[in-house]
């Protein structure tokens, strides 16, 4: 029987991935405990008087009585952002303009009118921060020539072209998510207000985003994209007729680079991903300081000691977070703030898809990380499960006090491309071993061995527990951290892939670890908890997983290096958990809220389960998809329009000027 792995490979179509991550070791504070004293009066925690003891004096940090936890401040912190974003919602067309331009500053562009009406129709919270991910997925490509974005859009094989309301596939090709995407706009195309503009859209339908260009280009780029108001009289208030222009015999091929393992010495040099990561981000940041780690890849496995996973896993809370629990989702989630993850994340260690774009053309895609260049589309999966099942949990949730206190998670080892040498580095084998009391309490045991080198090792070598105890977790040391998860924790794959011969569905390699597959999972399933994970797979688009878990009314602990469209309306401590993508946080959060003796803050939990449910009914609709996809479709539009800068929607400027 071939393995898994290998039939994974026969599946494997040629793919663009053009992503830049980055790392970096240096945001971890060597550090280990932050001596602040936080001054903070408890709001919607405990009652009584603001008695502040800080952590020092409370080893025990379980947030229980008085004390303060930073969660507490986490938690009130996240609450008022969100109170304070939603000061800005606009109950009227001209508010929705005055917040436009206010928030981008330039007009709204043409057709803004009507993408209001069908918005407020529908019933949307109308908040103009939602829309950011929009600007920032777009503004790079003002740098481009309207021509020549039209020409790549029209001439490339794999799309969607809209011409007078009609959505049609380039040249009838409606395979992969193009169908899917197609019926999207299908069906925005028939809203009520709805006047979809001309224009043609280049699909990337894989799983994995493929535009990663490095950060000096889109540097240039950005300084092109002046922010221009006309006087609104001589404002173009109306799209041009659309011509591609496309000159005869025009083709256009993104220049992809080869596939990583194979590409020639070039300018990247024999290349890992990580290579164009560290490229896209900034300079100065800790991705681009920290180096490079080539025995990474080395294809025989020949890392050196410094380098394997077990001692890449920091051992020091993240820096830019409060007493290492995340307070910027941001910054967490970005690649340029972490290098360690180069070694310890699959989509760095090895992506599944390999092949690479580092010049800018206008693509479409469903999930990218903050340093790709991909154009963000609402995920075809989420499309097709809200589509399909629209109301399919309403009501149907279980009773907060009827579920399990449990952390469940299934799901296969993707996420990126695992070896016999490389499986050690891979976040979900990382977060499954975790999450096994035994292989925690196995780690826990080396604190006694007396020896420093395995000190806090798991036995898989794939995470560490800091002698430190820098989350200070009432159970650690005591031998009793693995007996506590155990009570909590229920995480398990639901298929292992294999790069050698197999005769079970286990891999010889790692089956000490990795022995009880169990049966995939249902939302119906998952409901029954009170936690949920959401890992990354691979390429970001999780086929709405994360919505469904939100909409279920269930606490979703979060960890990723990914963007979707809806990351700009969700708030981290409010709607969901945020987590480092090390996991190293996942004891401390799961000891706050359900706590090691009766001391957790359960009420908590199902604060963030019901805002999650009602906020995700609110503004992760079916509808707001298209809302979404409406404004980007219009912004996106503007941008290929020769009269780009002069095109906008001013008629509420107008109409003032005339009274
Ligand atoms: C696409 O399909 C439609 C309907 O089947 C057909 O009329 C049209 O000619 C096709 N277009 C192309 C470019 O093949
Ligand atoms: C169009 O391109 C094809 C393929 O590149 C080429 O064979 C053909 O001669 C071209 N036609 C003209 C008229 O240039
Ligand atoms: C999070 O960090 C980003 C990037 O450093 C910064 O621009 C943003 O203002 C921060 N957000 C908050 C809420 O502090
Ligand atoms: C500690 O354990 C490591 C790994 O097994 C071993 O190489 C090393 O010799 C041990 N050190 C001592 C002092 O026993
Ligand atoms: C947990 O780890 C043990 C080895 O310590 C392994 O036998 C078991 O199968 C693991 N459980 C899961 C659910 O992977
Ligand atoms: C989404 O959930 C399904 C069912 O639980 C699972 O099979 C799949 O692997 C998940 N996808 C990701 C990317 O986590």
């Given amino acids: ?181 197609m019926h999207m706009l299908q069906t925005l195309a028939q809203q009520e207000h709805v006047q979809m503009p001309d224009i043609d859209i280049l699909l990337n339908v894989n799983d994995e985003p493929s535009l990663i260009v490095p950060w000096d280009d889109i540097e240039t780029a950005m300084s092109y994209a002046r922010k221009l108001k006309l006087p609104p009289q001589d404002v173009l208030r109306v799209f041009p007729e659309y011509k591609d222009g496309l000159p005869f015999n025009y083709t256009f091929q993104p220049e992809w680079l080869g596939p990583r393992l194979t590409h020639p010495a070039s300018i990247m040099g024999p290349r890992p991903y990580w290579e164009l990561v560290r490229s896209a981000c900034p300079p100065g940041s800790p991705a681009r300081v920290a180096p490079k780690f080539i025995d990474i890849w080395h294809p025989k496995g020949h890392t050196s000691e410094a380098h394997q996973a077990i001692n890449m896993f920091p051992l020091s809370t993240p820096k830019d977070t409060i007493q290492g629990y995340i307070k910027n989702w941001t910054t967490a989630t970005d690649p340029c703030n972490f290098p360690h993850l180069q070694g310890l994340h699959g989509a760095f260690v090895r992506p599944e898809a390999m092949s690479a774009c580092v010049k800018l053309f206008p693509q479409f895609g469903a999930g990218k990380m903050g340093v790709n260049n991909d154009i963000l589309l609402p995920g075809t999966g989420e499309w097709k499960s ?44 990382r977060f499954v071993s975790m999450l096994n009391g035994s292989q925690v309490a196995l780690a826990e045991k080396t604190f006694a061995s007396g020896n420093k080198t395995l000190e806090g090792q798991s036995p898989a070598r794939n995470f560490r ?70 890992i990354d797979g691979n390429g970001g688009d999780d086929g709405g997983n994360f919505t469904q878990v939100l909409n279920n009314g269930i606490v979703a602990l ?41 001391d957790g803050h359960d009420a908590e939990a199902r604060r963030i389960a019901e805002s999650a449910r009602d906020w995700s009914r609110r503004v992760l609709r079916k509808e707001d998809m298209l809302i979404y996809t409406y404004r980007l479709l219009l912004e996106y539009a503007r941008m290929m329009h020769d009269e780009r800068e002069r095109l906008g929607w001013v008629e509420d400027l107008l109409a003032e000027n005339g009274k």
């Fill in 1 to 181: 029987m071939p393995s898994n792995r290998a039939l994974r490979f026969l599946g494997l179509t040629s793919v663009c991935f053009c992503i830049i991550i980055i790392v970096s070791v240096t945001l971890y504070g060597t550090d280990a405990f932050p001596q602040t004293v936080i001054l903070w009066t408890p709001k919607f925690s405990k009652p009584s008087g603001p008695e502040v003891i800080g952590l020092e004096d409370n080893p025990d940090a379980t947030g229980s009585g008085i004390h303060t936890h930073p969660l507490d401040q986490l938690l009130a912190e996240a609450k008022d952002s969100l109170e304070q974003n939603l000061r800005t919602q606009a109950f009227t067309l001209q508010e929705a303009a005055t917040q436009y331009r206010r928030r981008r500053g330039r007009y709204p562009p043409p057709g803004f009118d009507a993408w209001y009406h069908f918005a407020s129709s529908t019933g949307a919270v109308i908040v103009e921060k939602f829309w950011d991910q929009i600007y920032h997925d777009l503004e790079p490509f003002r740098e481009v020539a309207p021509s020549t974005l039209r020409q790549q859009a029209a001439a490339f094989h794999v799309g969607i072209s809209i011409r007078e309301g009609k959505v049609s596939a380039k040249g009838n090709n409606t395979a992969g998510k193009t169908s899917i995407w």
């Fill in 386 to 429: 809200t589509n399909h099942n629209p109301h399919e949990m309403e009501g149907e949730t279980i009773a907060w006090e009827q579920r399990q206190n449990k952390l469940f998670w299934r799901g296969p080892d993707t996420g990126g491309h695992s070896t016999k040498i490389n499986w050690q580095r891979m976040h979900r084998h």
């Fill in 465 to 534: 527990l800091p002698i430190s105890n820098p989350y200070r977790l009432a159970t650690q040391g005591k031998g009793r951290l693995g007996k506590w998860v155990k009570t909590w924790a229920d995480v398990a794959f639901t298929e292992i892939s294999c790069d050698v011969w197999s005769t079970s569905k286990l891999c010889p390699y790692n089956a000490a670890y990795f022995g009880s597959l169990l049966a995939p999972t249902s939302i119906e399933e998952q409901r029954q908890y009170k936690y949920a994970a959401i």
């Fill in 558 to 598: 979060r960890a990723t290096v990914f963007r979707n469209w809806y990351d700009s309306r969700l708030w981290p401590w409010v709607h969901f958990v945020p987590m480092d993508n090390t996991f190293m946080d996942v004891y401390g959060i799961m000891q706050y809220f359900i706590g090691t003796d009766h």
